[in-house]
């Protein structure tokens, strides 16, 4: 997200929307929008509460990890967006309530008080609590002072991850001559280490961080080296934070030397 994008928010639920913008968001979500815009039977109404349910269960999940979170514009973003789903979910409880009249007036259920009243009144605390915090929240969240200058390209994160763990920085381009582009396989850098007494190679390939031993390697026929076992990391993207990637080939030599 740029500065330009940054300025123009008026409202706490501009950060979530406009990272919901991106392609990997867009993968998850495409069904379920369809599915929303389709629904008049109660077999995707349920599939909507429940997959909303799953989603939320497994952000708890993905934010159990200190690595979750980098920057102060991501933990607001996903501030803005748990207060989004706050959000909808009080409109939901009210809608639900509304619904369960015409279900009666049709004779397929008893008169719904007294449940219908607890629904519209945790609907009203909910959005209350909403209006009143979820403002002030993001907006501290993305204020919050940062020194961290994350890496722009991946060559850049090979380059401080070699720099973190000490290891020796192999370049086989020029300088800025790489794909920019190319998630896959990166610049085609990478990191040498050594560890009680083994040679390790860090680097990029099939849109992952990845580590080979060189004792692991096995010759072909061409003479190249090839390898059938390799530590993969969790942090995948081109631009990772360099000090989980550090973090976690720390981690990984020490298993391996165990
Ligand atoms: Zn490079």
Redesign the pocket.
């Known amino acids: 997200m740029d500065d330009v994008h940054i300025a123009d928010r008026t409202d706490w639920r501009d950060y979530w929307r406009e990272a919901s913008e991106d392609d990997y968001v867009g993968e998850l979500t495409t069904e379920i929008v369809g599915v929303g815009e389709d629904s008049r039977e109660p077999v995707g109404t349920l599939a909507l509460a429940c997959a909303g349910a799953e989603a939320a269960e497994n952000l708890s999940r993905a934010l159990s990890h200190e690595w979750a979170v980098y920057t102060p514009e991501q933990a607001a973003t996903v501030a803005s967006a748990v207060y989004a789903q706050i959000e909808a979910s009080a409109a939901n409880l009210r809608a639900l309530a509304d619904v369960l009249g015409p279900v009666a007036a049709r004779g397929d259920l008893e008169a719904p008080e007294p449940a219908v009243a607890l629904l519209r009144k945790a609907a009203d605390e909910l959005g209350a609590h909403v209006q009143r915090t979820a403002g002030p929240v993001t907006d501290a969240l993305s204020a919050l002072p940062s020194d961290l200058s994350l890496p722009d390209s ?2 850049e994160t ?2 401080a991850v070699a720099v973190l763990t000490g290891g020796e920085l192999v ?3 020029e300088p800025d001559d ?1 794909d920019p582009e190319d998630d896959t396989f ?4 990478s990191v040498h280490l050594k560890h009680a007494g083994e040679a390790y190679d860090f680097h990029r390939g099939d849109a992952e961080w990845s580590l080979t031993k060189e004792s692991d390697g096995v010759a072909r026929p061409n003479g190249s080296m090839a390898w059938t076992d390799w530590v993969s990391f969790a942090a995948s993207e081109p631009c990772a934070h360099p000090k989980q990637l550090a973090a976690e080939i720390k981690e990984a030599l020490a298993r391996d030397s165990a």
């Open positions: 991946v060559h090979v380059a370049v086989p381009h790489f990166g610049c085609g850098c």
